[in-house]
T-cell receptor, first 111, second 112 residues
Framework: GQQLNQSPQSMFIQEGEDVSMNCTSS?????WLWYKQEPGEGPVLLIA?????ELTSNGRLTAQFGITRKDSFLNISASIPSDVGIYFC???????????FGKGTSLLVTP | DTAVSQTPKYLVTQMGNDKSIKCEQN?????MYWYKQDSKKFLKIMFS???????INETVPNRFSPKSPDKAHLNLHINSLELGDSAVYFC???????????FGPGTRLLVL
């Protein structure tokens, strides 16, 4: 499978700050997804993107599917302590069965 | 009303043993997966089954054998466990290809 380059690897921020993370790939994907994993749990889908250029929001989260189909970003506005976790990007090709994951961005939010 | 469930949640065993992890989904999905998450949190696909048929076997040692008795279940049997098999194993399911994958809570395997 393809390995995605996700950055930053970790972020340590104060409550109320905005957060931005991104993912790039050498290959084209037709679906980009963002998952959040909390300690001891499985990844939970936050946002799914299906079209190049698509910008989608889910509450304080906004994600975009890059025009080249090789990148995506996730923004979190006005972070709160419960945003703590590891955020993973994942890309999916036309064959569609496997998700190719980034290495994750570990987010810590202090009150 | 758990969507994707796995048992056991924790598994501690000795090198050389054989063990199984079970996965069940009650979402009516056709496609199921096994992923491995290593100590650095990297998630990698191992297997994918669609309608009980193997679709993906991603260069996994043949000590790992998935079994899908029906569409709702995908079990993972591991023979002759090695230290390097220690990881968290996640089961996931989706309605079909190209659709959202829902993950189970994971099985934390520690091989001593």
């Amino acid at each position: 499978g393809q390995q995605l380059n996700q950055s930053p690897q970790s972020m340590f921020i104060q409550e109320g700050e905005d957060v931005s993370m991104n993912c790039t790939s050498s290959s084209i994907f037709n679906t980009w997804l963002w998952y959040k994993q909390e300690p001891g749990e499985g990844p939970v889908l936050l946002i799914a993107l299906y079209k190049a250029g698509e910008l989608t929001s889910n509450g304080r989260l906004t994600a975009q599917f890059g025009i080249t189909r090789k990148d995506s970003f996730l923004n979190i506005s006005a972070s709160i302590p419960s945003d703590v976790g590891i955020y993973f990007c994942a890309g999916q090709t036309w064959s569609g069965y496997a998700l190719n994951f980034g290495k994750g961005t570990s987010l810590l939010v202090t009150p | 009303d758990t969507a994707v469930s796995q048992t056991p949640k924790y598994l501690v065993t000795q090198m050389g043993n054989d063990k199984s992890i079970k996965c069940e989904q009650n979402l009516g999905h056709d496609t199921m997966y096994w992923y491995k998450q290593d100590s650095k949190k990297f998630l990698k696909i191992m297997f994918s089954y669609n309608n009980k048929e193997l679709i993906i076997n991603e260069t996994v040692p043949n000590r790992f054998s998935p079994k899908s008795p029906d569409k709702a279940h995908l079990n993972l049997h591991i023979n002759s466990l090695e230290l390097g098999d220690s990881a968290v194993y996640f089961c996931a399911s989706s309605p079909g290809a190209q659709e959202t994958q829902y993950f189970g809570p994971g099985t934390r395997l520690l091989v001593l």
